[in-house]
């Protein structure tokens, strides 16, 4: 078994993480949670032994570290004694952070793919540009890295392995539908990190259509689906990680990410964009300074965090499958809906943090018990689902179905 946890970042999903361990620390034993900013990492702590989330006792420690630096991630990892280290960092430092997990053998477990922060949509497939290279080095040294292990990506390429592997002899298209139907309260505010997020958006939405990469403008092409819970929405095709390792594991011919988008977002963000405010390259003012743009829109909307006490009203995330069973045409969709409000008040995090987090302790807590400790680089999908989701059933993200036999929930033996 694998012991002790270096959870890096201390933004709304580090928070979301930190309590989920705190309440299994019986099995994944010490805790420490570093970042740059160590106030945050004392203020996640002080959440976590306020709302008396520790299981058992032990070890809850605050570090400040800049994990840019691979020694210093190292020597870390070392002081600590941690064998599993998960990453909710900015996604700029993914590659780094995973240089540290080869080099000392830690378990490696992270929920969005890596960036270069000077590129925007890099050619797909995207894990093949970072990731994927270090596939056989982790291989070699028999290293445990799990990508994109938050809920999309992550759970719901568990839910197309699923799909893949329970209820379809063939698969013709994946549909990922992420709708967020709550409100914060704010005029304009990102659920995530606004330079990650806007990034997703301001260059080529790639999809995985007909067996070959197809690019489209964002907010190009959109849709309409009669949801559970959330009613009816309309989302936007939009690229994202999953896309790009399912579309290489599954072999299936479709697959596509959809994100709901209100009139209000498009509109803000159509300003910016035509502004030339979400450029990722640096001006100069005419005072001479050089600023980033988008770091200064960053700067000045509210942080993701401070987001969650006003959060009310539910997220529908899942996956709209469509093939062939037994010679018969079939649809499913396999989901999960969560509360902005019940996720702040066990963990002091909003729904969309909390959606992300939950999924990475339940993979350290597999890794742990060496279920998922494969030893190697793998996606989500290339793993069993049933262990990962049935944790998720208790852990606090039930997955439900929805198909021919009427909606209901998921269970797993």
Not at 5 to 11: D, M, Y
Not at 117 to 129: D, R, S, V
Not at 144 to 160: C, E, H, K, R, S
Not at 313 to 331: F, S
Request: glycine fraction near 8%.
């Amino acid at each position: 078994m694998k012991k002790n946890v270096l959870i890096i970042g201390a933004g709304g999903v580090a928070q979301v993480v930190a309590h989920k361990c705190a309440q299994h620390n019986d099995i994944l034993g010490n805790i420490a949670i570093a970042s740059r900013n160590i106030e945050k990492c004392e203020h996640i702590i002080a959440s976590v032994l306020e709302k008396g989330s520790m299981k058992v006792q032990g070890s809850l420690n605050a570090y400040a570290l800049n994990a840019l630096d691979i020694e210093a991630t190292k020597a870390l990892i070392v002081e600590t004694e941690s064998q599993l280290v998960i990453n909710v960092g900015s996604a700029f430092i993914n590659m780094s952070v995973l240089s540290a997990c080869i080099d000392t053998g830690a378990a490696y477990l992270d929920t969005a793919i890596h960036e270069d922060p000077a590129k925007i949509c890099e050619t797909p497939p995207w894990y093949a540009n970072y990731e994927w290279k270090r596939r056989d080095l982790c291989k070699e040294r028999g290293v445990t890295a799990i990508l994109g292990v938050g809920f999309d990506p992550g759970v719901v390429n568990a839910y197309a392995a699923l799909a893949d592997r329970e209820y379809f002899d063939s698969i013709d298209s994946i549909d990922i539908i992420d709708i967020n139907a709550g409100s914060h309260g704010r005029y304009f505010a990102t659920n995530f990190d606004p330079e990650i997020n806007f990034r997703e958006f301001t260059g080529q939405v790639w999809s995985w259509q007909n067996s070959e990469w197809t690019s489209n403008k964002m907010f190009e092409v959109k849709r309409t689906d009669d949801l559970p819970v959330v009613g009816v929405q309309t989302s936007y095709m939009t690229g994202h990680d999953e896309v790009h390792s399912l579309s290489a594991n599954l072999k299936v011919p479709n697959v596509r990410f959809w994100m709901g988008f209100g009139e209000h977002y498009i509109n803000v963000f159509t300003v910016l964009n035509n502004l030339g405010l979400l450029s990722e390259q640096p001006i100069v003012t005419a005072e001479g300074l050089e600023v980033v743009p988008l770091k200064v829109v960053k700067a000045v909307l509210p942080d993701p965090s401070s987001l969650a006490p006003d959060y009310t009203g539910k997220t529908c995330i899942g996956d709209l499958v469509k093939g062939k069973k037994d010679g018969q045409d079939k649809e499913v969709f396999i989901y999960n809906v969560a509360d902005h409000k019940v996720a702040y008040d066990e963990v002091g995090s909003q729904g969309i943090s909390y959606t992300a987090g939950v999924p990475a302790v339940a993979a350290a807590i597999l890794v742990a018990k060496g279920d998922w400790d494969v030893s190697t680089m793998v996606n989500v999908e290339e793993l069993p689902p049933q262990p990962f989701l049935q944790l998720l059933n208790e852990m606090g993200l039930p997955t439900r179905i929805r198909d021919e036999q009427g909606d209901r929930d998921l269970t797993f033996n």
